[in-house]
């Protein structure tokens, strides 16, 4: 496994791959690699030749008082954890050379950025979509892998790869959960044991709400009532949004009448969990 630092010599290697006909893979990530990204890189190896995984906490998907001086980082770690799944080569750019003085060209998807995560974090998405638009031009991937569990930034990435014709393959990964279903996240690492618990509230949510579906209870508000009365129960977790949405357009949905978006987005403490599930009315029992 090779680490490059250089964004020269990763579009080299990516050009001299390219002209030898190999397909590459993509992962991107922000590092502090846990078993959801490892799952991410198989299921990006068995889609291409190469793999190629990049370690970059992008600072303009920041906000001003986010955790981005205190994001979670163990680059050597990191490199241990990419070698098992054999990563063929690990980017870890630098600051400075992926935002040189002068820097003033981004990426905004318009609408899709606006609900949601885009709401509460303004400037978030353009900051992904900028930072991904970068890293595809320097890892030159023929396929790029993103995780559901980021659901509205993979709807963001999927639109600005169809607009400006990226000549690439995206593909969504399954969220992974702990066994005792905590979405995988490397922010998890700044929860409590207590806080850990607490979180646990937002996949508990998510089974209240298909559970009601199974029971053909498909009224947007009285799912989301369920909701955030088990989510809101006392004022350990300050809710920042559930809501229902259309998948591909993320539109707001007042009743279950096709495969509809469920996301949701909390504080526990200080941290801030995202999680998401697809309610599908086909799901109900038939009497
Ligand atoms: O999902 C993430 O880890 C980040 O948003 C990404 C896609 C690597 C861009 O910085």
Redesign the pocket.
């Known amino acids: 496994m090779k680490l490059i630092k250089s964004i020269e010599e990763m579009q080299k290697l990516a050009d001299l791959w390219r002209r030898d006909g190999k397909e590459i893979a993509f992962v991107?990530?922000?590092g502090y690699l846990h078993e959801g990204?490892l799952a991410l890189m198989r299921t990006a190896k068995s889609e291409g030749d190469v793999l190629v995984v990049?370690i970059?906490?992008?600072p303009i998907?920041f906000g001003p008082k986010e955790d981005y001086a205190r994001y979670p980082r163990d680059l050597e770690r990191d490199l241990r954890l990419a070698e098992s799944v054999e990563v063929d080569v690990v980017f870890v750019p630098e600051v400075k050379d992926m935002y040189p003085e002068g820097f003033q060209t981004t990426v905004d998807v318009a609408e899709l950025s606006k609900p949601l995560c885009g709401k509460s974090r303004p400037g978030h998405f353009r900051?992904?979509a900028t930072?991904?638009t970068k890293?595809f031009n320097i890892v030159k991937p023929h396929v790029a892998v993103?995780?559901e569990k980021?659901f509205q930034?993979l709807a963001v990435?999927k639109r600005m790869v169809k607009d400006l014709n990226m000549d690439l393959r995206i593909i969504g990964h399954p969220i992974v959960r702990e066994p005792d279903g905590l979405a995988m996240s490397?922010r998890n690492v700044y929860l409590s044991k207590e806080e850990r618990y607490v979180a646990l509230r937002l996949s508990q949510s998510l089974a209240i709400a298909k559970n009601l579906v199974k029971q053909s209870i498909l009224d947007g508000a009285e799912i989301l009532k369920a909701v955030t009365s088990h989510l809101c129960q006392d004022n350990a977790l300050r809710l920042d949004y559930a809501e229902l949405r259309d998948p591909d357009t993320l539109d707001e949905v007042s009743v279950i009448s096709k495969p509809t978006l469920l996301a949701i987005a909390a504080f526990v403490g200080n941290t801030r969990l995202i999680d998401n599930c697809i309610l599908n009315p086909a799901e109900a029992y038939t009497a």
């Open positions: 991107p990530t922000m990204h990049s970059f906490v992008n998907q900051g992904v930072v991904v890293l993103f995780g980021d930034q990435i490397s």
